[in-house]
């Protein structure tokens, strides 16, 4: 299984980005698809996750300013994060999730700075 994820980039406070994310491979029609961040000098902490269902869920930092969202037919998951503030700078990883397994993309850095 890989990820390829993209969209990060520089943008001021306030601004929005878009990330996305393409899972490929041999995947179980039962999974979970998220998004986590590291911070320098911070642990990897859970941004985002969205599940086959569509069940998601969100760190109550990004609540009311991030989405995920889900296009199946391509195994893409969407991060639409919005009102970005410079504590939301950071490397965002994207990863999948099924079988007791877990697999990660490369990570994309989103930088929030005027």
């Known amino acids: 299984v890989q990820l390829q994820a993209s969209g990060g980039g520089l943008v001021q406070p306030g601004g929005s980005l878009r990330l996305s994310c393409a899972a490929s491979g041999s995947i179980f029609s039962i999974n979970v698809m998220g998004w986590y961040r590291q911070a320098p000098g911070k642990q990897r902490e859970r941004v985002a996750t969205v599940t086959s269902t569509g069940t998601t869920t969100f760190a109550d930092s990004v609540k009311g300013r991030f989405t995920i969202s889900r296009d199946y037919a391509k195994n893409t998951v969407y991060l639409q994060m919005n009102s970005l503030k410079p504590e939301d700078t950071a490397i965002y990883y994207c990863?999948?999730?099924?079988?007791?397994?877990?697999?990660w993309g490369q990570g994309t850095l989103v930088t929030v700075s005027s």
């Open positions: 990863n999948i999730q099924f079988a007791g397994r877990t697999f």
